[in-house]
């Protein structure tokens, strides 16, 4: 039995006249009649009981009708589907977010994704920091990440999107919370709330450069891997911080969150994902994702894109 067998079988049997299917299928009357009679052999049944008045089904024929309308109903939402997850319309996609990406670019990101990307599966993971996202990459548990560069695997592609200035979070009771910014050297005695040093988190690296650059090395630090966490802990009163500017998006009853005066370090935000992967849906959701975030710098320093001020 071939396929054609089906679609000619079907002509005939809505139409119950084997002339008007010849025409519906653009084939001659004799050869339709002598496909549907090798389909009957095939099967070893009779589908049609034919007069010189008139073709009707047999019982047999009326449930090979119904059966042929849905084998062929099923093929045709099967090409439909394989089309669009060929041109990337469906399919799945894992995707992290640093820390301090997690409370501002995950929510606008997932919006924008869902409203023009209905059909492909998001699974969003945030507060991964950037060695664990490069990891994850290379495992395959996730296919795209926004994480914080240098990146130095070879076998990531990496676009910076935006550079951000470190900004201060303090306590709302502290001296300093009243002013419009503040000064590092101010907080040289304070103790800091920050990114764990043994995960190599890049925010952390840029915290202890701005200090530096600013004539001290933090005394007291208390490690922390969450952004919520660390907020949480500076609202309490156990310290101060120094954060990527879209962590003030990051809302925690009892912080605040100030600019630094003068120049400060800043950490970029990137995109990453396998070198190679050809997927239609990654392609997809980088192209709506640089769009969205004002597109990127390549690791070899072209510009991809107008950059945003963090």
Known sequence: MELRHLRYFVAVGEECHFGRAAERLHI????LSQQIKALEND?????????????????????????ARGILASLDVAGTEAVRIASG??????IGFTGTATYELLPTLAQVLREDLPGIEMDLR??????????????????????RPPVNDPELEVRVLRREPLIAALPQSHPLAEQSTVRLADLRTETFISYPSHRRSVVHDAVETACRHAGFRPGR???????????SLVAAGFGVALV??????????????????GTTTEVELAIAWRKGDESPVLARVLARSQALLGGGRGRGGSRLGAEIGG
């Open 126 to 147: 945030g507060e991964m920091l950037t060695p664990r996202q490069v990891a994850a990459l290379a495992e395959g548990t996730i296919d795209l990440g926004f994480l």
């Open 221 to 231: 630090v208390q490690e922390v891997a969450e952004t919520s966490t660390l907020v």
């Open 89 to 94: 319309e469906v399919g799945r996609l894992a």
């Open 43 to 67: 099967l070893g049944v009779v589908l049609l009981n034919r007069s010189t008045r008139r073709v009707e089904l047999t019982p047999a024929g009326q449930r090979f009708l119904e059966r």
């Open 244 to 261: 990527p500017a879209s962590v003030r998006h990051l809302q925690i009853t009892g912080a605040t969150f100030k600019p630094l005066a």
């Open 28 to 31: 001659a009357q004799p050869p």
